[in-house]
């Protein structure tokens, strides 16, 4: 039988030991956490940064047989957004183009997609381009009442027009972005009604991936 002060002795070198030990797990998470913050850091500065022009490398499907393209320009802190939307793969058949610009800010990481972060997009103008003859076609996209000739371009930044609601209504688009390490970019997937208006309808998942233009 082992004496009293024996074990009391041991007792206490096993109590110092897991204590070793719950100090070097958190040493390490603490280290982990701190490296996750600068890398999220580093990702949002790289965001803030951003300066060129990404395109979709091919038109990106919607449904329903409609496609469509985007180009974004980033610069200084500005961003503007040029989208054709087709009813074919090649973008022979346009229906409309829009176009808007504004400012931009990287928020948060997001809590739904990996490597990705919550943006808020300010649209200080936004226009649209009718680009089908087709009076029919125009009236089913909900342009028929917007004032529109085929081929120019129209503000409607105060008036709105079909999904597009107009500034004052919705200044803002609340979406998601991320940048890759092979510097491709990615957004948030739209709703279908094309409100991002307000934080609730922010999307949680990411479109396809915009390449930068050399």
Request: include cysteine; glycine fraction near 6%.
């Amino acid at each position: 039988m082992k004496p009293i002060t024996t074990i009391a002795t041991n007792n206490c070198k096993t109590k110092r030991t897991l204590a070793n030990v719950v100090l070097i797990l958190m040493l390490i998470l603490g280290i982990v956490a701190c490296q996750s913050n600068q890398n999220s850091q580093l990702e949002i500065n790289q965001l803030k940064a951003l300066n060129g022009t990404y395109v979709d490398p091919v038109p990106y499907e919607y449904g329903q047989g409609v496609y469509g393209k985007r180009e974004f320009t980033f610069k200084n802190g500005s961003w503007t957004l040029d989208f054709v939307l087709a009813l074919d793969p090649k973008l022979d058949n346009k229906v409309f183009r829009f176009r808007t610009l504004g400012s931009y800010e990287i928020l948060r990481p997001s809590e739904n997609q990996p490597q990705s972060y919550e943006a808020n997009f300010k649209e200080d103008k936004k226009f649209v381009t009718l680009l089908t003859q087709d009076k029919g076609l125009a009236q089913a996209f909900g342009l028929s009442n917007c004032g529109l000739q085929p081929t120019v371009e129209k503000d409607i930044s105060i008036s709105g027009c079909s999904v597009w609601k107009s500034v004052k209504d919705c200044p803002i688009d609340h979406d998601l972005v991320k940048l890759d390490k092979d510097g491709k970019l990615y957004f948030g997937i739209r709703p279908k009604d094309n409100n991002m208006c307000q934080e609730e309808f922010r999307p949680t998942s990411l479109t396809p991936a915009t390449i930068r233009m050399k």
